[in-house]
């Protein structure tokens, strides 16, 4: 794992990832990446935020869309 084991370290990495100045298939690569993670992890309001990010250059994409529909109305509370 990107953190050694530690999954905070780790999901930091990929946070770190997804907001760098890449290439549009790589930061593509990274957002979904990080999207995935944070859904697997059930931490759904920042999932719903990488998501909403993604649906502006992936429209089209289902399951963007779906997960966003589903979860979108969720509040962050931190």
Same mark, same amino acid.
């Given at each position: ?6 999954? /905070?370290?780790?999901?930091a990495?990929?946070?770190? %990832?997804?907001?760098?100045?890449e +290439? #549009?298939?790589?930061?593509? @690569? ?11 992890? /059930?931490?759904f ?5 990488? %998501?909403?990010?993604?649906?502006? +250059? #992936?429209?089209?994409?289902? @399951? ?11 509040? /962050?509370?931190?």
């Open positions: 794992m990107l953190g050694g084991g530690n999954k /905070k370290k780790a999901l990495i990929m946070r770190e %990832a997804a907001a760098a100045n +290439d #549009f298939y790589t930061s593509a @690569e990274a957002r979904f990446a990080l999207w995935d993670v944070q859904v697997r992890e /059930k931490n309001p920042e999932a719903v935020v990488t %998501a909403r990010q993604l649906s502006v +250059d #992936f429209p089209r994409n289902v @399951e963007l869309t779906k997960f966003i529909e589903k979860h979108g109305t969720i509040i /962050k509370t931190k």
